[in-house]
């Protein structure tokens, strides 16, 4: 494989409601799969070790990020980068919906999600405190920022990353299946027409990964999507289907974009910045 490119796994899930064990062991399969097909990362979607629809329950399945129980993630990702998505126990008994990035053998990242949505079936609120921080971090392919579901629909964030220098977004999600748009979910045309926008004026790559499956009558639709810096949808998951999905990502594409666009280059942040002091007073 030319070193330009990178090969992504993508891991269209549907965790266990509830069930910690299972969902590693099941997070270990499709992790060793990806190995043995040479994929560089792979994604697991939103809350991956435990299902959304936690309600009471976030307070017993809850998890220090250096818990003995995640030493797996830390140990396979000697092979390959590895995305989880947890319930974090965090600092003065609070509770956080958290992301952990595991490269090398080591926690190279711990997100925590800024917008929780507390409207419809969602009470995210209720249950987690927000996080407080956005960072970008170097990995073996470049700079990385996350972010998780309903961070990706507010572009200040994405703008972040962009103003620290993000070559990639990485965004885990349980959407859930809302409304049809000819074959389209239109929940889905949200998601995809945001990353089409990030990507092409960013100038980056940005990987999509939603969950599938049913918890409480509510199901989630899938449709994981990449979108490169040309702002092309170049991968795009099938809806309702669980799965471990690969493609190759031509990293190349990143300087070339930003060499014939130069949005970061004329981009002035410090203007930027006086212009939201302004509008705040």
């Not at 549907?14 to 992790?31: A, M, R, S, V």
């Not at 073996?140 to 620290?164: E, H, N």
């Not at 092309?232 to 930003?258: C, H, M, N, V």
Request: charged share 25%; aromatic share 14%; proline share 3%.
């Amino acid at each position: 494989m030319d070193d330009r490119y990178l090969k992504i796994a993508i891991a269209q899930y549907k965790p266990i409601l509830g069930d910690i064990k299972k969902n590693i062991e099941k997070h270990i399969k499709l992790i060793n799969k990806g190995i043995e097909d040479k994929a560089s990362v792979i994604i697991f979607p939103e809350l991956s070790l435990t299902g959304y629809l936690l309600k009471d329950l976030v307070y017993d399945l809850q998890l220090d990020k250096n818990s003995t129980v995640l030493e797996p993630f830390k140990e396979l990702s000697e092979k390959i980068d590895i995305v989880i998505g947890f319930v974090e126990k965090g600092e003065n008994r609070l509770i956080y919906n958290s992301l952990l990035y595991y490269s090398k053998g080591k926690l190279l990242s711990n997100y925590r999600k800024l917008r929780l949505p507390n409207f419809g079936m969602f009470e995210e609120k209720r249950f987690f405190k927000h996080g407080e921080d956005i960072s970008v971090f170097n990995t073996s392919y470049g700079k990385v920022g996350t972010l998780i579901c309903r961070d990706f629909l507010f572009p200040s964030l994405a703008y972040t990353l962009f103003y620290k220098g993000a070559d990639f977004i990485i965004s885990i999600s349980n959407s859930p299946l809302r409304g049809i748009e000819t074959k389209e979910y239109q929940s889905q045309a949200m998601w995809e027409d945001a990353g089409k926008v990030y990507s092409r004026f960013f100038s980056m790559n940005v990987v999509y990964v939603n969950r599938v499956g049913f918890e409480d009558g509510f199901g989630f639709a899938g449709g994981s999507f990449i979108a490169n810096p040309e702002g092309k949808i170049i991968f795009k998951a099938p809806f309702l289907e669980e799965g471990l999905y690969f493609t190759d990502i031509d990293l190349s594409l990143t300087d070339k974009a930003r060499s014939i666009y130069a949005y970061y280059r004329d981009e002035d942040f410090k203007q930027i910045k006086n212009f939201l002091n302004e509008g705040l007073k």
